[in-house]
């Protein structure tokens, strides 16, 4: 099956230029959304609780913050950038009293949707354009005349101009510059979900520090085993994400081809592959997102305790000690005004 894919020509600015967005939240999805948005000629407002330590970010970068519920009211344009626990209270709170007739209501991620966490009245649109990377470089891609490839979804089309006015919302953010493909809130949920547990933050992760621990524990040093199996794989995935999996192996010496096809299946085997059925498994079901629900609304006990112990793995103190050594890696993650 092919999709298509929209690139700049396809999406017309002026749509979005007419209209009034706010962007709830200003977190690492939020700034850039807003960020660019201002700088393709959109009024944006921001809307932010009064106690948000967000607010004075999106103040000294020059955007007007007003509360949730007064950005919600303004605005023709709503789109929700707070966290995926959070919206269904703010979606109650501050945006429902103010989802009159004709606007629109936009998501980064369509988990509120897909679970039936949010359900929006018909008389609005319903869309989605969802950045496929993380925020801050959404944003200094668009600052470097790049773009971040994004999905877009209509879930519903009251105006019968859904799918343009989220066309127009991604060229504004930069991402018809790298290819929009439009998809239903249903398959980016379930993709995204997937992909952030099983490979891009979940596998990758865990396959990071697995290969540091067999290292360490076998008595190499640290620092070693940190380059090996942390900082070039930055290297090599450079070289798959510039020409596929095919131009590393071109780049890469012919032992590490031999290794990689003959060892890289037994690291992850037909026992990995099942149980990353298993996880896709649980969030089609729906079960992932209930338990996660369920942990924040018991003040994630579990979430903080595992946030704490990685962040006390062993390998983030060898890698800070060698990223302070080479200032062009350890490049801080800033909100690009
Ligand atoms: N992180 C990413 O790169 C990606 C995220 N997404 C999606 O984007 C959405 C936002 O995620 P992300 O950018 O990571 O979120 P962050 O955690 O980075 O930021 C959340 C922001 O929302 C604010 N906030 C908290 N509560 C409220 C509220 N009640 N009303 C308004 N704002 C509030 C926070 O303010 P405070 O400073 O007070 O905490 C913060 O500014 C999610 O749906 C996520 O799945 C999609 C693609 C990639
Ligand atoms: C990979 C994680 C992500 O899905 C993203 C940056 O795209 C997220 O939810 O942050
Ligand atoms: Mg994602
Ligand atoms: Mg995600």
Known sequence: MSVEVYYDDDADLALIQAKKVAVLGYGSQGHAHAL??????????????EGSKSRAKAQEQGLRVLTPAD???????????????????????????????????????????????????????????????PGHLVRRQYVDGKGVPALVAVEQDATGNALALALAYAKAIGGTRAGVIRTTFKEETETDLFGEQAVLCGGAAALVQTGFEVLTEAGYAPEIAYFECLHELKLIVDLMYEGGIARMRYSVSDTAEYGDYTRG??????????????????????????ELI????????????MRAEGAAHPIEETGKKLRDMMSWVDRPITETA
């Open 36 to 49: 660019s948005l201002r700088d393709s000629g959109v009024e944006v407002v921001i809307g932010l609780p």
């Open 71 to 133: 950005a919600a009211a303004e605005a023709d344009v709503i789109m929700v950038l707070a966290p995926d626990t959070v919206q269904r209270s703010l979606y109650a709170d501050a945006i429902a009293p103010n989802l009159t007739a004709g606007k629109a209501l936009f998501f980064g991620h369509g988990l509120n949707i897909r679970y039936g966490l949010i359900t929006p009245p018909a008389d609005v649109d319903v869309a989605m354009v969802a950045p496929k990377g």
């Open 265 to 290: 299946p037994r690291v992850v085997d037909a026992r990995v592959k099942e149980e990353m059925r298993k996880i896709l498994s649980e969030i089609q079901s729906g079960e992932f997102t209930r």
């Open 294 to 305: 369920a942990e924040d609304d018991a003040g994630r006990p579990n979430f903080t305790k």
